[in-house]
């Protein structure tokens, strides 16, 4: 994470003023009033790198919106939290996975996202989640997985 910081302070001074004014943006959202499904640590991605590192797809989608945009493998759709649990699972059952990392995460108001690497089934896969909050929790609103 110490990276990230360094390489994002790094690109806003190249790219100029405007753009450092805009990183204040890019701050974590404050944590004392959000509360997440299950476990209620302070980072939200903290389970949800574990259920993917896991395969846990069932786990993973509690983290789901009722509807959400999922994008595995170039096939993308609109879904239903049990239907993207499916096609999670689906995608679990044909490229085991072996470690996921998130590598770099941001947010601002009520939305955060991170990409990660997920190495399953002997390949390496893009990971990107957002998510939005609404009620003080976190739900997943979008999530895609692409070979690298």
Same mark, same amino acid.
């Given at each position: ?33 959000? *509360?997440?499904? +299950?476990?209620?640590?302070? #980072? @939200? =991605? @903290?389970?949800? %790198? ?29 879904? %239903? ?9 689906? =995608? =679990? #059952?044909?490229?085991?996975? $072996?470690? =996921?990392?998130? *590598? ?19 390949? *390496? ?6 998510? %939005?909050?609404? #009620?003080? $929790?976190? $739900?997943?609103? +979008?999530?895609?997985?692409? $070979?690298?």
């Amino acid at each position: 994470m110490r990276k990230t910081s360094i390489l994002l302070f790094v690109l806003l001074l190249l790219s100029g003023p405007g753009a450092l004014a805009q990183s204040y943006l890019l701050q974590p959202v404050s944590k004392p009033s959000v *509360t997440v499904p +299950q476990e209620g640590g302070d #980072d @939200v =991605f @903290v389970p949800i %790198s574990k259920y993917i590192a896991a395969g846990n797809s069932d786990a993973l989608s509690a983290w789901f919106a009722e509807n959400l945009e999922i994008a595995v493998l170039a096939q993308e759709s609109d879904a %239903s939290r049990a239907q993207a649990r499916q096609i999670v699972k689906t =995608f =679990f #059952d044909n490229y085991t996975p $072996r470690s =996921f990392d998130i *590598t770099h995460t941001a947010g601002r108001a009520n939305m955060k996202y991170a990409l990660g690497t997920l190495k399953a089934g002997g390949e *390496t896969f893009n990971v990107t989640i957002f998510l %939005s909050c609404k #009620d003080k $929790r976190y $739900r997943i609103q +979008q999530l895609k997985i692409e $070979r690298l």
